[in-house]
C-alpha cells in the first residue's frame, strides 16, 4: 500500500498581500503570489506531486513564512530554507543559476543563458523562469529583458516593480 505523502501549506498576509506557501518534509516547494488564488497552490501541487494529501498547518510552515516576511521588511537579504523543487532538469538548473544572482541586482535572460552553456537558449531560461514554482525565494524578479525593460511576470510588473525597488533600497 502506497502511502500519501503530506503537503503542508499555510497563507501569510502581509499589508495587502496575500501569499500562499506550500512545504513537503524535504522543504518548501510551491509559493503563490498576491495576485494568485489558493486553487493555484492546489493545482500546481497535485499535478507536480503525485500520491500527494495538502494539510494546513501554520506551525509547520511558520518558518518559511516568517523569512518571507523578514524579506519584505528588508531585513532579510537571503533565505536560509531547504527547497524542494519540481520540474525538468533543465527548469532545475536555471532556477538555481537564479538563486546566484546577488540581492539587488538584476540578470538578463542571455546573461542566465550563457552562465548555463547554453547562449542560444534564452527563451527557455525565459520559460524556466515563467514556471518557476518559488518565486522571490527563487529570485525570477531579478530578470529582466536585455533592453533593460521589465517583462512578463507571473506576479504582475507592478509587483516585479515592487520587490526590485525593495531591494534597491535595502541593498
Partial sequence: MNRQEIVYWDSLIYNDWNFYLAATKNGLCCLRLPNESFETLENWVYKNMQNVELVQNKEKMSGYCLQLIEFLQGRRKEFSIDLDLHGTNFQKTVWQGLLKIPYGETRTYFYIAK?????????????A???????????????????????????????????????????
Avoid at 552562465?115 to 520559460?127: D, H, M, Q
Avoid at 531579478?142 to 541593498?171: C, H, M, W
Fill in 115 to 127: 552562465s548555463l552553456n547554453r547562449p542560444k537558449a534564452s527563451r527557455a531560461v525565459g520559460a
Fill in 129 to 171: 523562469n515563467g514556471s518557476n514554482p518559488i518565486p522571490i525565494i527563487i529570485p525570477c524578479h531579478r530578470v529582466i529583458g536585455s533592453d533593460g525593460k521589465l517583462t512578463g511576470y507571473r506576479g504582475g510588473i507592478p509587483f516585479k516593480k515592487t520587490l526590485l525597488a525593495l531591494e534597491q533600497f535595502n541593498a
